[in-house]
């Protein structure tokens, strides 16, 4: 089970940071987002020993994916952040498989952030 909190209502330009706690060891965590009349889009994801997140491109040098193993917590620090970040953001849980790719299992119940232009 995750828990995901941290979403919230700010300004074009500013930061927030997003936390994700599972009830359990999970080998790979990310967060994904759904924008109003969108589909569901990968942001970012982790291992478990954290070495080379992956981003997508629209959040590159803006976003930090990061976590604490001994908390079962992954963390999204949003800087910079634009009105098209405004979404639903999910944090996702699931078990690494070959050439990068990961079964993404578990889902947290999303926090929206909306971003203020």
């Known amino acids: 089970q995750l828990q995901a909190s941290g979403g919230g209502l700010v300004q074009a330009g500013g930061s927030l940071r997003l936390s994700c706690a599972a009830s359990?060891?999970?080998?790979?965590m990310g967060w994904f987002r759904q924008a109003p009349g969108k589909e569901r889009e990968f942001v970012t994801a982790?291992?478990?020993?954290?070495?080379?997140?992956d981003y997508a491109d629209s959040v590159k040098g803006r976003f930090t994916i990061s976590r604490d193993n001994a908390k079962n917590t992954v963390y999204l620090r949003m800087n910079s952040l634009k009105p098209e970040d405004t979404a639903v953001y999910y944090c996702?849980?699931?078990?690494?498989?070959?050439?990068?790719?990961?079964?993404?299992?578990?889902w947290g119940q999303g926090t929206q952030v909306t971003v203020s232009s």
């Open positions: 996702a849980g699931g078990t690494p498989r070959v050439a990068g790719k990961v079964d993404w299992l578990y």
């Open positions: 359990g060891r999970t080998s790979s």
């Open positions: 982790i291992s478990w020993r954290g070495g080379s997140p």
